[in-house]
């Protein structure tokens, strides 16, 4: 599909826009590569000696798109499938905290959690992730995501950006990936194409703004904002970026680790990706700190801790860092050192997911969480059965197993020793704990 004349035209002054060699890229000479993410606990070893990205490492390129479906891995969460550029916020956070990690950072425009995946493994579980999503369907794609991530430290909710107005000066950091009209895209996904007019250049670029200073109240003074589009419009990147540094309200952040990387373009303040010029699609990015003085929201003391007994406490790593909680959700296990701030939180949010549930009492037996078993705080003595791909795949389709040896009561099912989820082992079979919404829908021959 050729590309839309009126993108052409006004993108042609556009800093780094070289328009003969983008519409070569975009005419299929080079098609957009694939991408993943590795986990950093989870996916340590795999895909070695693929060609990394850039700006950072934990991405590699993979020859061509397999299947993903069909790989017990994806649904171990040892990997996610994530755009190049995107994976650049790394260099964002590292330009705004250098190696501090006990921060609060909002994800606000989250779903389906690629950049929320990557912000709760660079925190690497301290600190505190809030990951939202304002549509309701997409927030739970998000939930789900960051459950296979697993870390304890990530409250995923479903609001509004104006509702965060309350939670004043909250946040050290907040990353808005904002809804854009995705011109960026148009290689990786041609359909996008059929959306695009100049009005929704300008549309978008009113919601960004309204989002934005929705937003605002809840950054802390001297605090971060990441803003990224997966547009090329001016309108919707650094016109939207200067109007907060004019202001007065917060000042150009330089990322030092994109500005010496060639095929990056810097453009006064932000980081532009043209796929005619690095290994990924359209991007922008950048970094502004919050120069405005802001209020503070008041925090409750902490409660005591409530430490996890019984066997429970046998299976988590660093189990003093932990308490136990018991709200709406459920009964979870969330980082003390942040109990304080879930309060307000819980008041003003509209929470889907706080911690990792660990799961309730069924008569005598204690029935594990699915959240629990995908979570990086499991500790590898746990009991499990070691799957080969074909059981792993009949267990994400919901099937019952044979078992094989002989064991009984609760085992993680664990393909190349990453959790899967739960199994009840009875004497003639394994009773299947996956959560029904997750299992594998399409037929597979296996
Ligand atoms: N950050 C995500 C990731 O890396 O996987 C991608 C986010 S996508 C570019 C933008 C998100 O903003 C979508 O999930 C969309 O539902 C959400 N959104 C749409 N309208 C919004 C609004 N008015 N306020 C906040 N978010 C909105």
Redesign the pocket.
């Known amino acids: 599909m050729p590309l839309p004349d009126q993108l052409l035209a006004h993108l042609a002054h556009v800093p780094g826009f070289r328009a003969d060699f983008f519409t070569a890229v975009h005419a299929g000479q080079t098609p957009a590569p694939v991408s993943v993410r590795r986990h950093p606990r989870k996916g340590k070893t795999l895909f070695d000696g693929l060609a990394p990205v850039e700006w950072h490492q934990a991405g590699v390129y993979l020859a061509e798109r397999p299947d993903f479906t069909l790989d017990p891995l994806f649904h171990a969460g040892a990997y996610y499938v994530?755009e190049a550029s995107?994976m650049s916020?790394v260099q964002a956070l590292n330009a705004a905290f250098g190696t501090e990690r006990d921060i609060r950072v909002l994800?606000?425009?989250?779903?389906?959690?690629?950049?929320?995946?990557?912000i709760a493994e660079w925190l690497d579980g301290e600190g505190l992730l809030v990951a939202?999503?304002?549509?309701r369907s997409?927030a739970t794609v998000?939930k789900e995501?960051l459950d296979r991530w697993g870390y304890a430290n990530v409250v995923v909710s479903n609001n509004?950006?104006r509702q965060f107005a309350k939670l004043e000066g909250f946040f050290d950091a907040i990353?808005?990936?904002?809804?854009?009209s995705?011109s960026g895209m148009f290689r990786k996904d041609p359909e996008t194409q059929k959306h695009w007019s100049p009005e929704a250049v300008t549309h978008c670029s009113l919601?960004q703004r309204?989002?934005l200073e929705?937003v605002w109240p809840s950054l802390r003074e001297d605090g971060f904002l990441i803003y990224?589009?997966?547009s090329y419009s001016e309108e919707e990147n650094e016109g939207q970026v200067q109007e907060l540094i004019a202001s007065g309200a917060a000042e150009c952040v330089v990322i030092p680790a994109l500005e010496s990387l060639p095929g990056i373009v810097s453009t006064g303040c932000g980081y532009r990706f043209y796929p005619d010029q690095i290994q990924g699609e359209g991007f922008f990015l950048a970094v502004l700190q919050r120069k405005a003085p802001a209020n503070r929201t008041e925090l409750k003391a902490k409660t005591p801790r409530k430490p996890i007994t019984g066997q429970l406490s046998e299976w988590i790593t660093e189990s003093e860092a932990f308490s136990t909680l018991e709200n709406h959700l459920g009964f979870t296990l969330f980082p003390y050192r942040q109990i304080g701030v879930l309060t307000p939180l819980l008041k003003h949010l509209h929470v889907l997911k706080c911690g990792i549930l660990l799961g309730e009492q069924k008569g005598s037996r204690f029935s594990p969480d699915h959240e629990l078993g995908l979570s990086v705080c499991l500790s590898a003595l746990v009991p499990g059965i070691e799957l080969s791909k074909d059981e792993a795949l009949h267990y994400l389709k919901k099937e019952s197993l044979p078992n094989r040896q002989s064991v009984n009561g609760t085992q993680l099912m664990r393909y190349q020793g990453r959790a899967l989820g739960w199994g009840n082992a009875l004497p003639n079979r394994i009773n299947n704990g996956l959560p029904k919404s997750w299992r594998i829908r399409k037929e597979i021959d296996v």
């Not at 939202?132 to 549509?135: A, D, L, S």
């Not at 990353?175 to 854009?180: E, K, T």
């Open positions: 994530q995107s916020l994800d606000l425009c989250a779903a389906p959690g690629g950049k929320s995946t990557l939202n999503e304002v549509i997409r998000l995501n509004d950006p990353v808005v990936d904002a809804p854009c995705g919601r309204r989002i929705d990224s589009t997966c």
